[in-house]
């Protein structure tokens, strides 16, 4: 049994969710994990810092209010959010790194991984940016310290993609991928099918919390593009760019367009998709596409994602489960501090 | 890069499709898995057996006429099966049992194994009869001898299911699932819902080789059932055996059952599950259920197998891809042998 200090970086849902697991689980986990994990620190832009060599209560964590300032509350706490002191020295052997995605330049998230990396702390992040901008250099920089860099949850939350294709198909050659890799999208398409209009569709997805107030990412396809980088990257060994990624969404669908594919045995979904060809180039796309009813990703329903593989040896292996939730996504982090567990274990 | 001498007992389609990739593709393996193979013995009760401690040629024994006694036309071969001798004398790192499934008592192909892992040898294995009868005693032996037991193509051929709940889901507590596990009765309910009756929907399925002559075993469930100990056993570590799951098939649907279920927007379809109840029991059946559009397993269609797991923090996780089929069977045992070369290299 090996107990891990872990910081958590970012205490909005998901790192949230990861201290209510910790809460409850951790008791359990010595026992079918083989491992337990401690907070010893946590830091948030909104919430301010805490630091405790010794330890935190996950629960008395997991059930702060989301008030500006609100670590003041806590013995030891400050409104201040030191995230260097936090990253570089509460003592963590792991960095969960859940702050907000920023597509432009994936700051301060890189920066945050960097400090850890530097500092010989394995880092677990289900942050997009820096895995869609930086991937390259944090993982050679991971590499060089000797520490793990693991990212499941920066595509479908928990649901297993990355480490499915890394642990189950090597040999399967995988050539490609198409994915429905936006919930709030496929929600919205699943609506207009049942007759509602584009807007109304929106709006119940907000009602649910599926959607932001502005829902441009997700419905125009940006979202979905920083996973297909991520995805055509990491699968394909592709050195893809944001901007190589051509990219459309749902808005231009009618309520006619969506009738009609309806009556032909078809589906729109926003596919998000690359494909390796026989000269090696990796080209990939995002765009709504109408998918015959026997394709493996036309029967994804509602806020389900899903990503189907090509490969040479199995045709189409598709997997499919949540692609956002506080737990779902807390889970992910949980995965890859399995997985740096197993990694660290057999060294 | 580490070569493995491989013993192969039983030459139908799956270990044959195994000579075949070695044979176009043990090249690129060295530099993309780190591992070649060496086939030192082939054993088939029809064809009869080959030795060669150097090597055979992979190439042509993917060739092999299948005629009774082929083996006697190569150097060295003999029409006869010496599966003790090429199991034990071959000088295999590791044994590919791929002979047919017994669901009685499971062999011949248990002894095969047994032989196999007494004598220090690993062993990959597409056969539901050891595992379904004997995987307790299989994986107690392997231990004791220091060796790896592998066996993903027992269930939904090289798509990944156990090797994904090991590898990938640990910590997201399985609590059941529900599988399409039979290729040959899912295509045939696909067909009934396009209008064909029962019997011409199985002639279709016998002509595209889907269905054996006689299609018992697949359209009464006794496939799915021993498909359905394996999971529940290795995934909800029940200790099932096939008389604890109550089974049933779909010969009993009729073409007024389907057309009914597809005007209430439902499907028909072979399910089998099994489910951990509060008090940790597990109980399992194979039965027709219909299922709501909006069920994971409700869009797969024709000979597509799929697996949906039933997680504490996931909800459900699905994975589907081919459930049958030469190569993509032997790709399992591929996968296997790649996780025995991680096993033995992290030693």
């Known amino acids: 049994m090996t107990e ?40 948030d832009l909104f919430l301010g810092s805490i630091m405790a060599r010794d330890g935190l209560d996950a629960a008395e964590l997991a059930k702060l209010p989301s008030s500006k300032g609100a670590f003041a509350q806590l013995p030891g706490g400050s409104a201040e959010a030191f995230n260097e002191t936090i990253i570089k020295q509460s003592g963590a052997d792991i960095i ?27 880092v677990v992040t289900t942050n997009k940016g820096p895995i869609a901008l930086h991937a390259d250099e944090l993982k050679a920089l991971a590499k060089r310290n000797g520490v793990c860099f693991e990212y499941e949850g920066s595509v479908m939350s928990g649901t297993p993609v990355i480490r499915m294709a890394r642990e189950t198909l090597p040999g399967a050659v995988i050539t490609g991928f198409e994915g429905i890799l936006n919930g709030t999208s496929n929600y919205v398409l699943t609506r207009m099918e049942e007759g509602l209009s584009f807007a109304d569709a929106v709006r119940k997805a907000q009602e649910l919390g599926y959607a932001e107030a502005d829902p441009t990412a997700d419905v125009e396809g940006h979202d979905v593009r920083l996973k297909v980088v991520i995805l055509a990257n990491e699968l394909l060994d592709a050195k893809l760019t ?19 594919a309806q009556q032909s045995g078809e589906r729109w979904k926003l596919i998000g998709s690359a494909t390796r060809n026989a000269a090696g180039a ?8 109408l998918l015959d009813n026997s394709h493996p990703l036309a029967g994804i ?8 593989f090509n490969t040479e040896l199995l ?28 990694s660290v274990s057999k060294k």
Chains 1, 2 share one sequence.
Do not use: M
Not at 16 to 39: F, P, T, V, Y
Not at 116 to 122: M, V, W
Not at 242 to 260: F, K, M, W, Y
């Open 4 to 43: 891990y200090k872990i910081a958590l970086v970012g205490f909005g849902g998901v790192n949230r969710g990861l201290a209510q697991l910790i809460a409850e689980r951790n008791q359990s986990w010595r026992k079918e994990l083989g491992l337990s994990l401690k907070i010893v620190g946590v830091t």
């Open 96 to 122: 969960a790194e859940a702050t907000f995605t920023n597509p432009v330049d994936g700051e301060p998230a890189t920066t945050f991984c960097r400090w850890a990396l530097e500092g010989g702390k394995h």
């Open 242 to 260: 944001v901007n190589d990624v051509n990219c459309s969404g749902i808005t231009s669908l009618s309520p006619a367009d969506i009738e009609r």
């Open 282 to 289: 990796v080209s990939a796309s995002v765009e709504a596409r």
């Open 301 to 308: 329903s509602g806020a389900t994602n899903a990503v189907s």
């Open 315 to 342: 045709g189409a292996v598709t997997v499919s489960g949540p692609g956002a939730g506080r737990i779902e996504t807390a889970f992910a982090l949980l995965s890859d501090i399995v997985a740096i567990h197993k």
